[in-house]
């Protein structure tokens, strides 16, 4: 069996600031196989590499990404709020993410956070991601997810090439039929929702299992430890915020 796979959860995100290019860049310095990024629209219809639906928490200004253009976003500071050292680093196109995808040969999980339904913006962006990835003949390289499974189903209908996974938090009843039923191909469990029948279910059903860890201190197990529990159930990929920690991890499993 492959070595599980080592994806930087929003970049090597515990060391420099998450979902920018600089902590995608020492994600592969630290030896991750890729990285997990998070994407929203911006008022103009770009796709931008950012976690919440607002730019308050991570950069200096405020404003919902649906509500700024491109242009308002790429003067912002992502950098300054983890520390001063990374004043001036930019919110990253995921465009920009794809070309250093490509450079590096990575392996790339893209999350759509498509789950504002009440904000129509977000209805393409899983089909604008897409078709960025599409465009670039990427799609071996590349893996969706996200929380809103319907999402998920229809990219895949609409593009049965492309490979999806299904974001969960909690055990889910019957996983592995309910995943088929969206033609997924990999189920995304953090901790709580990676059981044994999780993994019994997913072999059955041919679905790969790329677990990923929470950070403190919105999780009471050290990430080291959801690291340890998860190479033992074992899984296919870790989307962690510590890849360095989980590639000395690896290393001693081998
Ligand atoms: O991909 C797993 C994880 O990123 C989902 O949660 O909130 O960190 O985007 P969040
Ligand atoms: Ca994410």
Same mark, same amino acid.
């Given at each position: 069996?492959?070595?599980?796979?080592?994806?930087?959860?929003?970049?090597?995100?515990?060391?420099?600031?998450?979902?920018?290019?600089?902590?995608?860049?020492?994600?592969?310095?630290?030896?991750?196989?890729?990285?997990?990024?998070?994407?929203?629209?911006?008022?103009?219809?770009?796709?931008?590499?950012?976690?919440?639906?607002?730019?308050?928490?991570?950069?200096?200004?405020?404003?919902?990404?649906?509500?700024?253009?491109?242009?308002?976003?790429?003067?912002?500071?992502?950098?300054?709020?983890?520390?001063?050292?990374?004043?001036?680093?930019?919110?990253?196109?995921?465009?920009?993410?794809?070309?250093?995808?490509?450079?590096?040969?990575?392996?790339?999980?893209?999350?759509?956070?498509?789950?504002?339904?009440?904000?129509? %913006?977000?209805?393409?962006? !899983?089909?604008? @991601?897409?078709? +960025? /990835?599409? *465009?670039?003949?990427? $799609?071996?390289?590349?893996?969706?997810?996200?929380?809103?499974?319907?999402?998920?189903?229809?990219?895949?209908?609409?593009?049965?090439?492309?490979?999806?996974?299904?974001?969960?938090?909690?055990?889910?009843?019957?996983?592995?039929?309910?995943?088929?039923?969206?033609?997924?191909?990999?189920?995304?469990?953090?901790?709580?929702?990676?059981?044994? %029948?999780?993994?019994?279910? !997913?072999?059955? @059903?041919?679905? +790969? /299992?790329? *677990?990923?860890?929470? $950070?403190?201190?919105?999780?009471?197990?050290?990430?080291?430890?959801?690291?340890?529990?998860?190479?033992?159930?074992?899984?296919?990929?870790?989307?962690?915020?510590?890849?360095?920690?989980?590639?000395?991890?690896?290393?001693?499993?081998?």
């Amino acid at each position: 069996m492959p070595a599980p796979l080592i994806l930087a959860h929003r970049g090597a995100s515990a060391a420099a600031p998450e979902n920018t290019l600089v902590a995608y860049e020492l994600a592969i310095e630290q030896g991750a196989d890729g990285l997990e990024i998070d994407v929203h629209p911006t008022r103009d219809g770009h796709l931008v590499s950012i976690h919440d639906d607002s730019v308050d928490r991570t950069t200096d200004g405020r404003g919902r990404v649906t509500e700024l253009t491109l242009a308002e976003i790429r003067q912002l500071d992502a950098g300054s709020g983890f520390s001063p050292d990374f004043r001036g680093v930019p919110v990253p196109t995921l465009d920009e993410v794809l070309d250093l995808t490509a450079r590096h040969g990575l392996v790339l999980n893209i999350e759509v956070k498509d789950i504002y339904r009440h904000d129509a %913006a977000y209805d393409g962006a !899983a089909e604008a @991601a897409a078709e +960025a /990835v599409l *465009a670039r003949v990427l $799609a071996e390289q590349v893996v969706f997810s996200s929380f809103n499974h319907t999402s998920m189903a229809e990219l895949k209908s609409r593009h049965p090439e492309l490979t999806t996974g299904l974001l969960m938090m909690m055990p889910l009843h019957e996983v592995g039929a309910y995943a088929r039923t969206t033609g997924a191909d990999a189920l995304h469990p953090a901790l709580a929702a990676l059981t044994p %029948a999780l993994i019994t279910q !997913a072999r059955e @059903a041919n679905l +790969a /299992v790329n *677990a990923w860890t929470i $950070a403190p201190p919105f999780s009471p197990l050290p990430e080291e430890e959801q690291l340890r529990a998860m190479w033992a159930a074992g899984v296919d990929a870790v989307i962690t915020n510590i890849p360095d920690v989980a590639v000395a991890q690896r290393a001693e499993l081998a």
